[in-house]
């Protein structure tokens, strides 16, 4: 699966949003540039006049040049001052909606249902955060303006040639006719093959960060030379679809000069005719072929930045699509009456027809801790993410106080039930900064507390910084047993009444492990603990133990009752004890 591409119908209504939102700022911008770009319009129609006057003979040595130049530098003060605010407003106006595009994909990411990303992987989400964004950075901050400013520029142009000489005018508007066309060649031709490039980037992304993550089972498999071929085919892809968009790029760029210096030499041809006629004045043909000039400039430029702009495009289509990844669930307003959960008749399927639960039943008690053991494959870890809250179940219903967990918003629910897995992770910043993710208002003792509470606070206190010292990719490489502690730590702050442990433990080593059983179990006393055990000896300790087989639970009861009924869980603790 990967996540959906926004259509160009989206995508614009995706941009206009965004600009809309910023209304103010864009019409402030637009008319600054109006502003530049009509002073520098008038430059030509000066020299048209000046070009007339003198052929006639009606200009005045001292007092007309005197005039002229005050007027010429008027304009170009006027031109300059307007044209440096409209580029600092609207550089701060880019700025500004690169924030909130950037904001909108990660309340998005954020939002997207955890199986999505599980069956998107982690190359697509990564690839649109680490390729796309960047894409569009330069674009949006600085293209905004020169996009603006080239649009404003060539309207002004055409509009002062229509009115100046309209016996001329009309050959600008035949130039953006005549370019045109080979812009829409070109964006015809290259939009797929920058759109399939991007979705190579994503999968490149992926390769590399799937092989550092896993670089030891890399190694430990052999499978380098493997990883390193598909990387290299992706590598070759992408070399191969950019040097073609290199090409396109070059052969739009050498068709559209060549079109528009055609023209503007037509102009020539025809303003001389004219004057000859005595239809216009040379004056008018300067002033036009200037402005023609100019048009050409403008058009050059738009070459490379619709070269930007293509690739922009593309990359805003994926961030786009982000948004449009349907959610699994949403907040009904509901409150739960109390804290007891329960599940019926739940089933649950990763792919359709292909079910992983089938109808499990089952009820928990405030305060107990039941373990769910089970063999490998039979739906513990999926029995206790739909417990979580982590899935929607795809029949059935999990339930608390009365309320399912799909009609809970975020917050609502993590203050239900939380879950803590056997994947750890170590944001970027201090020890605390990690713990403080579950709640951002703790203070230095509850930390501290929480800390100790999992069998951390011995080695984070051993530390010259405490719990203030840098982890994560530029701080203190931690263990996957330290990381764990974490983990389990910014649980207790968080403090669900409702806790599944998914083998939150198995990355340590047994003596480890049971000490920070022991520890959780004090600080976990009171809430109802949902252990997906890894070793028997926490389903030994639990109050209750679920046997699950094949997506169902066929045998629930304490240890002494499993045991003495002589089943699954039986066979399991037998062969446990004889290891």
């Known amino acids: 699966m990967r996540l959906p591409i926004a259509d160009d119908r989206t995508v614009r209504a995706y941009l206009v949003g965004l600009f809309s939102a910023n209304r103010g700022s864009v019409a402030l911008v637009v008319v600054l540039q109006l502003l530049a770009s009509g002073a520098l319009a008038l430059l030509p129609v000066i020299i048209g006049q000046v070009v007339d006057g003198a052929l006639a003979g009606t200009l005045s040595a001292s007092s007309d040049a005197a005039r002229i130049i005050a007027l010429v530098l008027t304009l170009v003060a006027v031109s300059v001052v307007a044209g440096w605010l409209s580029e600092y407003k609207a550089m701060a106006l880019g700025e500004h909606v690169f924030a909130q595009m950037r904001e909108r994909l990660v309340a998005s990411a954020m939002a997207l249902p955890l199986s999505v990303v599980e069956e998107a992987g982690t190359g697509d989400l990564l690839g649109r955060t680490t390729h796309d964004v960047p894409a569009l950075d330069f674009l949006v901050k600085r293209g905004t303006y020169r996009i603006l400013y080239l649009v404003v520029t060539g309207a002004t142009s055409i509009i002062t040639s229509l009115v100046v000489a309209p016996e001329l005018g009309w050959m600008l508007v035949a130039q ?19 759109r399939s490039s991007s979705a190579r980037f994503a999968r490149l992304s992926g390769i590399v960060a799937e092989s550092i993550d896993g670089a030891e089972s890399v190694r430990a498999l052999g499978m380098g030379r493997v990883r390193m071929g598909h990387l290299l085919s992706l590598v070759d892809e992408i070399w191969r679809m950019e040097s073609y968009g290199a090409w396109a790029r070059m052969f739009m760029a050498g068709m ?46 738009a070459t490379y930045w619709t070269s930007e702009f293509q690739t922009g495009w593309v990359s805003l289509g994926r961030i786009a699509g982000v948004e449009l990844v349907e959610r699994d669930r949403s907040a009904s307003g509901r409150t739960p009456a109390d804290s ?13 027809g292909h079910p992983v639960l089938h109808e499990v039943d089952l009820d928990l008690v405030a305060g107990e801790t039941l373990a769910i053991v089970g063999p490998s494959g039979a739906g513990k870890s999926t029995l206790g993410r739909l417990i979580a809250g982590i899935h929607p179940p795809s029949s059935g219903s999990v339930e608390v106080g009365g309320v399912p967990l799909v009609d809970l918003d975020e917050t609502a629910l993590r203050s239900e039930v939380a879950l803590v897995t056997q994947e750890h992770h170590v944001f970027v910043g201090s020890i605390a900064d990690n713990l403080r993710i579950a709640r951002a208002d703790a203070s230095d003792q509850e930390v501290l507390a929480a800390l ?68 959780l179990g004090r600080a976990l006393e009171g809430r109802t603990v949902v252990a997906i055990a890894h070793r028997l000896h926490t389903a030994h300790d639990a109050d209750r133990i679920a046997v699950m087989l094949e997506g169902r639970i066929v045998e629930l009861g304490t240890h002494d009752e499993l045991v003495a009924l002589g089943g699954e869980y039986a066979s399991l603790w037998n062969t446990w004890n004889r290891r």
Do not use: C, N
């Not at 102009?267 to 050409?296: D, E, F, K, P």
């Not at 007891?340 to 359709?352: F, L, P, T």
């Not at 982890?471 to 047993?481: H, N, Q, T, Y």
């Open 256 to 301: 559209l000069m060549t079109a528009l210096h055609g023209a503007t030499v037509a102009a020539i041809a025809l303003g001389a005719l004219q004057v000859g006629a005595g239809w216009t004045s040379v004056g008018a043909v300067s002033t036009v072929v200037l402005l023609s000039a100019g048009l050409v400039d403008a058009v050059s430029e």
């Open 176 to 194: 953006v006719l005549l370019a045109w066309p080979i812009i829409v060649w070109y964006l015809r031709r290259t939009v797929p093959v920058y």
């Open 340 to 352: 007891h959960m329960r599940a019926r008749s739940v089933g649950y399927a990763y792919r359709d």
């Open 452 to 519: 100790e509470s999992v069998g951390a606070g011995e080695w984070v206190a051993a530390l010259d910084e405490g719990a203030t010292t840098k982890v994560g990719s530029d701080g203190l490489e931690l263990s996957p047993s330290q990381a764990q502690q974490l983990a389990l730590a910014r649980l207790l702050l968080l403090d669900p009444h409702t806790v599944v442990l998914d083998e939150a433990t198995s990355l340590m080593d047994p003596t480890a492990a049971r000490t920070v059983e022991a520890s």
